[in-house]
């Protein structure tokens, strides 16, 4: 299975259980590979052949400027879903952090990984 990858995508949106948190967006880093055969596109180096990872940079944007979800994980699972709907994607692994949310921590996040079976 063949690999296409977006990667430190950084994007300000709402994302926590504390008080300030829910009003005051926050850095937010996101780390996508999505899993796809890539033999078509390889031959017709047609863009409709491919996952279009820039079109999938903006949906993975919009979303998480605008879902104000409490938890990682929960934004995590958001951004897979949204990957899978993908009709290319069979396979993704999910990363998303937030830079300096733990003193004496560069960042804390969660990775998740989710297959089109799921």
């Not at 879903?81 to 300096?100: A, N, Q, S, T």
Request: glycine share 4%; hydrophobic share 40%.
């Amino acid at each position: 299975m063949d690999k296409t990858f977006i990667k430190d995508l950084l994007v300000r949106g709402i994302i926590g259980i504390r008080e300030w948190e829910r009003t005051t967006p926050q850095d937010i880093l996101i780390n996508v590979t999505v899993f796809s055969d890539t033999t078509r596109a390889g031959e017709t180096d047609d863009i409709s052949d491919c996952v279009d990872y820039s079109a999938l940079s903006k949906m993975l944007q919009a979303h998480t400027e605008t879902a104000e979800r409490l938890t990682v994980e929960a934004l995590a699972n958001d951004l897979a879903k949204i990957c899978l709907d993908l009709p290319l994607v069979k396979k993704v692994i999910v990363r998303v952090e937030k830079p300096g949310a733990v003193r004496f921590a560069k960042s804390v996040g969660v990775e998740i990984e989710r297959k089109r079976d799921d």
